[in-house]
């Protein structure tokens, strides 16, 4: 089971790659953190008997980006803690990477990303939560991404979902036919600004 997820994660290898290359991470190092990612991976299911799957045989692949994100911000916080030596700066040349064209998958996966992470509703995280304060706009989009959470990140069956919250089954599935069209603005907004740039 353990080498059937790790292989259909490796599917997207390069993808993780450039989601790793997004945080200023070199080339080389990517590989690197991709790889401990890998590890990491395969250490959770073991220990934790982890599913990381949802909807049966799909990939949670929000699980991968945090991962990925943890791994670089850890590199980051030891790489603070190292002293450098001054050397001749002339014989060193600093080399420019060129922009390269970043796959579909990433951009669509950039963009749930985006869309969930929402700063508003992070800062809504914080602290004690009371639901009674929220604006109804506030409120709505709390709701969407506590659905989202539960759905597409925990891997809640909907049906069971309804059941256990007391939701509507039909207006479960109305909700997210909402996220995925708002999903769909963040991708396409994000294509707008990149062909005007």
């Excluded at 953190?33 to 959770?44: A, D, K, L, P």
């Excluded at 220990?47 to 980006?65: P, S």
């Excluded at 002339?90 to 080399?95: G, P, R, S």
């Amino acid at each position: 089971m353990k080498n059937c997820v790790l292989s259909k994660i490796h599917e997207n290898h390069n993808i993780w790659l450039d989601i790793v290359q997004s945080f200023n991470v070199n080339k080389e190092t990517a590989k690197d953190v991709v790889s401990e990612m890998y590890i990491n991976v395969q250490t959770h299911i073991q220990k934790k008997g982890a599913d990381i799957y949802y909807n049966g045989d799909e990939i949670n692949y929000y699980f991968i980006y945090i991962c990925l994100r943890n791994l670089v911000y850890d590199l980051k916080r030891k790489e603070k803690k190292v002293k450098y030596i001054d050397i001749d700066s002339k014989k060193l040349q600093t080399e420019t990477e060129e922009y390269i064209e970043t796959p579909d998958g990433y951009e669509k996966l950039k963009s749930i990303i985006d869309w969930y992470e929402n700063p508003e509703y992070l800062e809504m995280l914080k602290g004690d939560t009371y639901l009674e304060d929220f604006t109804s706009d506030k409120m709505h989009l709390y709701y969407l991404r506590r659905i989202f959470k539960e759905v597409f990140i925990d891997g809640k069956k909907l049906a069971k979902f309804s059941r256990e919250t007391k939701i509507g089954y039909w207006s479960l599935r109305n909700t997210l036919k909402t996220i995925k069209n708002q999903i769909k603005n963040e991708y396409k907004n994000r294509h707008d600004t990149r062909d005007n740039i």
